[in-house]
């Protein structure tokens, strides 16, 4: 997902789907620790996109 994509969203969609992306890290990563991913680089992408949702939300909160 990108920048802009996520700026596109509102809050509440925005939080909502922060929890999805946050389930499906911890799955990923317990999954990668029982066996490994086939691609690894996956949990890297979720991380990345996880910090971005969480910036947006913080950038929103501070201009209101």
Do not use: G
Request: glycine share 0%; net charge positive.
């Amino acid at each position: 997902m990108k920048i802009a994509e996520i700026r596109a969203l509102s809050v509440e969609a925005l939080k909502e789907r922060l929890a999805a992306e946050v389930a499906n890290y911890n799955t990923l990563v317990l999954n990668h620790s029982i066996a490994p991913l086939e691609n690894p680089a996956q949990i890297k992408f979720a991380r990345r996109a996880i910090a971005q949702m969480k910036t947006v939300l913080r950038e929103a909160e501070l201009n209101n």
